[in-house]
């Protein structure tokens, strides 16, 4: 009975490397900006690769909502607090309809922090409604990316978007970057 459960338990520990170490197979070097982040289409002066796609909804506020979004993801990619803060507090700034007060809530926890695992904490609750507002927000061109990391959240998971395929994880950043999987495209 001990060598069965230490059997399960080294299986277990083994899926989870493996589901977490994968990376795409395709070469997505090309989608990496010379800062080591994701090119998103905040960068407007700069063309984005053929692989990573260019968003907008139908509502130009939606749109820049999401290029906020962007922006704090990937400072949390960074691990980079003070950004994740000034980035948050410019997301803040947009949510100004009421329909956004519960989307305002988390961002402002995580405007009000420099800490990353606290922002990580609240980005949790952002992405999910933020995956909510993309899936109920007509998508005018382009596409994104829902992601998952099984080991983020204690272990619990969480989902985030993104504009590429590529996993960069922005729960764990450069400790567990490409952990995840796309879990569906929108």
Same mark, same amino acid.
Request: glycine share 4%; charged share 25%.
């Given at each position: 009975?001990?060598?069965?459960?230490?059997?399960?338990?080294?299986?277990?520990?083994?899926?989870?490397? %493996?589901?977490?170490?994968?990376?795409?197979?395709?070469?997505?070097?090309?989608?990496?900006? *010379? =800062?080591?982040?994701?090119?998103?289409?905040?960068?407007?002066?700069?063309?984005?690769?053929?692989?990573? @796609?260019? %968003?907008?909804?139908?509502?130009?506020? *939606?749109?820049?909502? !999401?290029?906020?979004? !962007?922006?704090?993801? &990937?400072? #949390?990619?960074?691990? =980079?607090?003070?950004?994740?803060? %000034?980035?948050?507090?410019? #997301?803040?700034?947009?949510? *100004? &309809?009421?329909?956004?007060?519960?989307?305002?809530?988390?961002?402002?926890?995580?405007?009000?922090?420099? &800490?990353?695992? %606290?922002?990580?904490?609240? !980005? =949790?609750?952002?992405? =999910?409604?933020?995956? *909510?507002?993309?899936?109920?927000?007509?998508?005018?061109?382009?596409?994104?990316?829902?992601?998952?990391?099984?080991?983020? $959240?204690? $272990?619990?998971?969480? $989902?985030?978007?993104?504009? @590429?395929?590529?996993?960069? $994880?922005?729960?764990?950043?450069?400790?567990?970057? @490409?952990?995840?999987?796309?879990?569906?495209?929108?």
């Amino acid at each position: 009975m001990k060598n069965l459960r230490s059997h399960v338990a080294l299986s277990l520990v083994f899926a989870l490397y %493996v589901a977490c170490s994968s990376k795409s197979s395709e070469d997505h070097s090309q989608m990496v900006g *010379t =800062d080591g982040h994701e090119m998103h289409q905040e960068v407007q002066s700069e063309a984005l690769p053929e692989t990573a @796609t260019k %968003v907008a909804f139908k509502d130009e506020t *939606t749109s820049q909502i !999401f290029k906020a979004y !962007f922006a704090v993801k &990937d400072a #949390l990619i960074a691990t =980079d607090g003070e950004k994740v803060s %000034v980035e948050a507090k410019k #997301l803040e700034a947009l949510l *100004t &309809d009421d329909a956004f007060t519960s989307i305002k809530a988390d961002v402002q926890k995580i405007a009000e922090s420099t &800490d990353p695992k %606290v922002q990580r904490e609240s !980005f =949790d609750s952002l992405s =999910d409604q933020m995956i *909510t507002l993309a899936k109920s927000s007509e998508l005018t061109s382009g596409n994104l990316f829902l992601q998952h990391c099984p080991m983020a $959240n204690g $272990n619990k998971g969480a $989902n985030w978007i993104s504009l @590429t395929e590529e996993i960069r $994880n922005p729960y764990f950043g450069d400790k567990m970057m @490409t952990c995840g999987s796309v879990t569906e495209k929108i």
